[in-house]
């Protein structure tokens, strides 16, 4: 069972950044993917950047060259800086990862993962 905790988020203007952090434990490796999605009320779920083991990375056109997903594989941990955040980025961000083997690249976006933490809030204002 992988656990997942998320920290960072908050409440920013728009134009500003957040950095959002995601801490894996609870298997003997590291998840073979690992990334976020954000859901804001009355809306779907959208997953917005991934990132393999190997280092490739993923993200959705709405965020693609504004948000940044790194990872440090030592400690386990997946960031998500987040740069020239806009008022429509606000949404209850998750960490979500697939089990630890079985996978050769990440899931497509449109395919939901098996593991998510309990999130954490972004709020941009205009």
């Known amino acids: 069972l992988v656990r997942l905790v998320e920290s960072g988020g908050g409440a920013v203007q728009a134009g500003g950044s957040l950095s959002l952090s995601c801490a894996a434990s609870?298997?003997?490796?590291?998840?073979?993917?690992m990334g976020w999605y954000r859901q804001a009320p009355g809306k779907e779920r959208e997953a917005v950047a991934r990132i393999f083991l190997g280092g490739a990375t993923y993200y959705s056109d709405r965020v693609k060259g504004r948000f940044t997903i790194s990872q440090d594989l030592g400690n386990n941990i997946v960031r998500l800086q987040m740069n020239a955040l806009k008022p429509e980025d606000t949404a209850m961000y998750y960490c979500?990862?697939?089990?630890?083997?079985?996978?050769?690249?990440?899931?497509?976006?449109?395919?939901?993962?098996?593991?998510r933490g309990q999130g954490t809030q972004v709020t941009v204002s205009s």
């Open positions: 609870g298997s003997a490796s590291r998840p073979s993917c």
């Open positions: 979500e990862a697939t089990k630890t083997t079985g996978w050769v690249s990440c899931p497509s976006l449109d395919r939901d993962l098996t593991y």
